[in-house]
């Protein structure tokens, strides 16, 4: 077991964000948290990750690192690619004295070839694509080889192509850490190419939880209404 999530409460003033909330995500597995804007998707990610309290519930990760890759890359645009990339390792106080110059920079080339980027550690943010930019964070993510990987809208502002190349690094990082992967997104093609479960959140409660396939079958009215984007059924967009 890497993340253990047990009847979970986020509440922000009166409004329940996460409403007595269960799940756990195995080593080695990906599960994807999916439901419309607002239902508190993104919230869990930063609960987990200690960016916010919880108000009630428990968390169990096993020890080691947890990796956040954001929404929207959140590079350092006056650090290079190396230096973003190696940040962690420079100045966290458990890290910072642990390798000289020579080791971190085989780090870096390590994480950049892994992530399909060797050769780009001069560059700076502004130089490359959204594309690009995406997988150096998957880089920095994973430069303390986390035993959990926590990936917010990864495939947010991206082409198809580039899309379809962000997800295919998302199984390759799992493969190769064997970390519990937890993906927050609203595309389809993410939910089928990444995950190997999936939960369904509306009004902060879990309303769905399943396999892709079982996702995609619409055998609940929740299910049916997100794949087929209607406007119909029991979830209503808040005003």
Avoid: C, W
Wanted: no cysteine; aromatic share 6%; net charge negative.
């Amino acid at each position: 077991m890497s993340i253990k999530v047990e009847n979970l409460i986020k509440k922000f003033g009166k409004k329940t964000v996460i409403d007595n909330v269960s799940f756990e995500v195995q080593d080695g597995e990906t599960l994807a948290i999916v439901g419309f804007s607002g239902s508190g998707k993104s919230t869990i990610l930063k609960l987990i990750s200690g960016l916010i309290e919880k108000d009630n519930g428990e968390i169990i990760t096993s020890d080691g690192d947890i990796a956040m890759v954001f929404q929207y890359s959140a590079l350092f645009d006056s650090l290079n690619v190396a230096d973003n990339i190696s940040f962690a390792l420079r100045e966290r106080k458990d890290l910072r004295a642990k390798y000289t110059q020579e080791e971190i920079d085989d780090i870096v080339n390590q994480k950049l070839e892994l992530v399909g980027l060797k050769g780009i550690e001069k560059l700076y943010p502004a130089e490359l694509s959204g594309g690009m930019q995406k997988r150096v964070s998957f880089a920095r993510a994973i430069v303390t080889n986390p035993n959990t990987i926590l990936y917010d809208e990864p495939t947010a502002g991206l082409d198809p192509i580039s899309s379809t190349l962000i997800e295919d690094y998302i199984v390759r990082l799992k493969e190769q850490t064997n970390a519990a992967s937890i993906v927050v997104t609203h595309q389809m093609s993410t939910i089928t190419r990444t995950a190997d479960r999936v939960i369904m959140l509306y009004d902060g409660k879990i309303v769905f939880e399943g396999t892709p396939d079982q996702l995609l079958k619409q055998d609940t009215p929740y299910t049916k209404q997100f794949v087929t984007a209607s406007l119909e059924g029991p979830m209503q967009m808040q005003s």
